[in-house]
């Protein structure tokens, strides 16, 4: 017992769940190290008292270990299922976050890997198409003109238009009125009443609001392009309050 406090109990030699202990290591207060061999065949240092309660049965590979099986037998749930336009194909293994990731095949044909959580939660449910599609159907109106397009691009380019944008996003914070995301990357300024039918209120500070890229896009995907209205803008903050409330 060379190197034990008087009164304490030789543990050399005693198993306890996958540790045999070796030795007394050292004394940190009243509390004892021990050193410890797992059946892993990893030695490691373990305090008496947690041993002899059971509170520590192994080097640490059985609560990996467990951890592991766990996550797999989740992940299993997966397969086949479908998530929006995703059905899961397989499960290709884990990223360097160690979150299970599967091979998903989208409706479009093509495939992706992506992550279980991001599948489960909802936040990924296509390759990226959707998306791609929506943009096209926003953005272009078979209705213009070349001229007119010629024209719509041509206003970023007067001073104007600049101020206007910086004065709207002042006033508001740099703050989505609608979702209240403050990211500067994707914050615009909105006409409330149309650039094109109400030429005396283009720069005109309260005909404008900010908002962020993704709710920018949402109102035009519901009102289009064009003779927009306040009252279309108003309507659309109701709607979208009911829908989180």
Same mark, same amino acid.
């Given at each position: 017992m060379s190197? *034990?406090?008087?009164?304490?109990?030789?543990?050399?030699?005693?198993?306890?769940?996958? @540790?045999?202990?070796?030795?007394?290591? %050292?004394?940190?207060?009243?509390?004892?190290k021990w050193n410890?061999?797992c $059946?892993?065949?990893? &030695?490691? *240092?373990k305090?008496?008292?947690q041993i002899? !309660?059971?509170?520590t049965? %192994?080097?640490?590979?059985?609560?990996?270990?467990?951890?592991?099986? =766990?996550?797999?037998?989740?992940?299993?749930? @997966?397969?086949g299922?479908?998530?929006?336009? @995703?059905?899961?194909?397989?499960?290709?293994?884990?990223?360097k976050?160690?979150? %299970?990731?599967?091979?998903?095949? +989208?409706?479009?044909g093509?495939?992706?890997i992506?992550?279980?959580?991001s599948?489960?939660s909802?936040n =990924? /449910? /296509?390759c990226?198409?959707f998306?791609?599609?929506?943009?096209?159907? *926003?953005?272009?109106n078979?209705n213009?003109?070349? &001229? &007119?397009?010629?024209?719509?691009?041509?206003? $970023?380019d007067?001073?104007?238009t600049?101020?206007?944008?910086k !004065?709207?996003?002042k006033?508001?914070g740099c703050?989505?009125?609608v +979702?209240?995301?403050?990211d500067?990357? =994707?914050?615009?300024?909105?006409?409330? $009443? %149309?650039?094109?039918e109400?030429p005396?209120k283009?720069?005109?500070?309260?005909?404008?609001? =900010?908002?962020?890229w993704?709710?920018?896009?949402?109102?035009?995907s519901?009102?289009?392009?064009?003779?927009? /209205?306040?009252q279309?803008? &108003?309507e659309?903050?109701?709607?979208?309050?009911?829908? /989180? !409330?």
């Amino acid at each position: 017992m060379s190197g *034990i406090p008087n009164r304490a109990a030789d543990l050399t030699g005693h198993r306890y769940g996958m @540790l045999t202990v070796l030795s007394f290591h %050292s004394r940190k207060c009243h509390f004892l190290k021990w050193n410890c061999r797992c $059946d892993c065949g990893k &030695e490691c *240092i373990k305090y008496g008292h947690q041993i002899r !309660a059971g509170k520590t049965t %192994s080097c640490g590979c059985e609560a990996s270990r467990k951890k592991s099986e =766990t996550g797999k037998r989740k992940a299993l749930n @997966l397969m086949g299922k479908r998530f929006g336009r @995703l059905v899961v194909l397989e499960r290709v293994g884990s990223n360097k976050y160690q979150k %299970s990731t599967w091979r998903c095949l +989208c409706d479009c044909g093509k495939e992706k890997i992506v992550v279980a959580g991001s599948l489960v939660s909802g936040n =990924t /449910t /296509t390759c990226g198409c959707f998306q791609k599609e929506t943009m096209h159907r *926003i953005r272009w109106n078979p209705n213009k003109t070349m &001229e &007119e397009r010629r024209r719509s691009r041509n206003r $970023d380019d007067v001073p104007a238009t600049h101020l206007w944008r910086k !004065a709207v996003r002042k006033r508001d914070g740099c703050v989505c009125q609608v +979702c209240g995301t403050n990211d500067r990357q =994707t914050i615009v300024a909105h006409h409330l $009443d %149309s650039w094109k039918e109400n030429p005396e209120k283009r720069f005109v500070v309260d005909n404008g609001v =900010t908002t962020c890229w993704r709710c920018h896009c949402d109102f035009h995907s519901q009102y289009g392009y064009g003779k927009n /209205t306040k009252q279309q803008w &108003e309507e659309f903050l109701c709607l979208k309050k009911r829908k /989180t !409330a």
